[in-house]
């Protein structure tokens, strides 16, 4: 068994961060230029990862993990310096949980155009300044084409398994469409064949709000020690509510005030308390010019484009798959799940997450999905 510090990687990657445990956490540089779909191309694309377990001689065991819109590879393990809060889905990954690691090699990059360590806007571009408003056109494809050229670097010809919610669904789906012979097993959360006409008008909104806030500048702010944060704010508070379900907003807040605050002085609802905490939260720890970057890739995602239509490219499938749905989801409904299940010929008849908190569901109800995760990976 290798551990992950002994796979070998071409010479182009490196420690990750210093002061990281050895080999868990890493980024990988790809030498050539990376083509991408709409024209041109990136030069020494970055994708930084996470490794948890080991992989098998024969590299038959690796699982690839992949996150939504403002993840990034931390998907287990405790809080970390420069990553204040436990991965993501953390109860997912460990010894003995869904995702065993004595027995599976977990991978999970940091998506192209992110900023938790890949290469995005806020990275230097081929000036030596950050690319900023100059960051290229990215759609799913072209991450998916990044996260093969990873799989290839770490000697993993074939996935055990792909898994994905939401944004990193909609990777997860592609993955499985453009290399059908590298997905064994395949689990979609929360995600659809492509991106509908409200999901993009929702983020259209978002895109707006940033681009409105005098400190983006068209993107080139970086250098600049400000940051469109208000912009960036005021997306993540309208996403925000779209994650979640009205009746649990209703319960949990209904239309108490925030502590002594007086909503008709001044003061605040708790909801709009609440809305700005989780404002503020993003702000701390993202980039807005990723926020873009990766909200326009989502908008692009459409698995039929170029492939004969959706019908088709699905067909393309031959992992063993699951498409699992939450049912209080009204961003990414249940119907948009079902046209998954019904258009991938492996498939089995959808799944319901049952849960009051919308399409976050796909990471708060992690129990649920480890069931999903066991069913693909050991039989029902
Ligand atoms: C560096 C990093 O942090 S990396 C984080 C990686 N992020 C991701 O992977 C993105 C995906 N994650 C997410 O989108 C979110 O974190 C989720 C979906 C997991 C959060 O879901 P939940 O656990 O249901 O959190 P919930 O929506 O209840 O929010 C809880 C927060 O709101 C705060 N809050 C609750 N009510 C109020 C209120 N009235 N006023 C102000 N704040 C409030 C809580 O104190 C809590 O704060 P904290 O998160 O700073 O501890
Ligand atoms: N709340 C999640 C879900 C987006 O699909 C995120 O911020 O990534």
């Known amino acids: 068994m290798l551990t992950p510090s002994q796979v070998p990687l071409p010479p182009a990657s490196g420690a990750w961060r210093e002061g990281d445990p050895p080999g868990r956490r890493q980024w990988y540089e790809r030498e050539r230029p990376l083509p991408l779909e709409a024209g041109g191309e990136l030069p020494r694309p970055r994708l930084a990862f996470e490794t948890w377990g080991r992989l098998a001689p024969d590299r038959s065991n690796a699982v690839l993990v992949l996150h939504a819109l403002t993840g990034d590879s931390h998907v287990a393990g ?60 990215l759609t799913q494809r072209d991450q998916v084409a ?71 500048l068209g993107g080139h702010y970086h250098h600049t020690g400000r940051a469109p944060h208000d912009g960036l704010g005021l997306a993540r508070r309208l996403a925000h509510v779209t994650y979640r379900s009205e009746p649990e907003l209703q319960v949990r807040f209904g239309r108490s005030s925030q502590g002594a605050e007086d909503p008709w002085s001044g003061g605040r609802y708790q909801v709009e308390s609440y809305l700005d905490h989780h404002a503020a939260k993003l702000v701390r720890r993202f980039d807005a010019g990723s926020y873009v970057v990766l909200s326009e890739a989502m908008n692009s995602h459409d698995i039929g484009r170029g492939r004969g239509g959706t019908a088709a490219a699905l067909s393309r499938v031959t992992a063993r798959t699951l498409v699992a749905g939450v049912d209080s989801d009204r961003l990414y409904p249940p119907s948009q799940q079902a046209e998954l299940a019904a258009g991938i010929g492996t498939a089995d008849a959808p799944r319901v997450i049952e849960s009051p908190y919308g399409h976050d569901g796909f990471l708060i109800e992690a129990e649920q999905v480890a069931a999903l995760v066991r069913e693909l990976l050991h039989g029902p």
């Open 146 to 216: 990044a996260e093969a050229d990873l799989a290839d670097a770490l000697g993993i010809d074939r996935w055990a398994l792909v898994v994905g919610g939401s944004m990193g669904g909609m990777r997860a789906l592609e993955w499985a469409v453009s290399h059908p012979e590298r997905t064994d097993a395949l689990l979609l959360l929360a995600t659809s064949a492509a991106a509908s006409a409200e999901q993009i008008a929702w983020a259209n909104i978002q895109l707006h709000a940033i681009r409105s806030d005098p400190h983006w």
């Open 78 to 137: 405790p809080a970390e310096p420069g990553h204040p809060t436990p991965g993501w889905w953390d109860e997912l990954i460990g010894p003995g949980r869904a995702l065993d690691t004595d027995r599976w090699f977990v991978v999970a990059p940091n998506v192209l155009g992110g900023c938790q360590g890949s290469t995005g806007p806020a990275s230097p571009g081929p000036s030596g300044r950050h690319w900023g408003g100059g960051f290229p056109y």
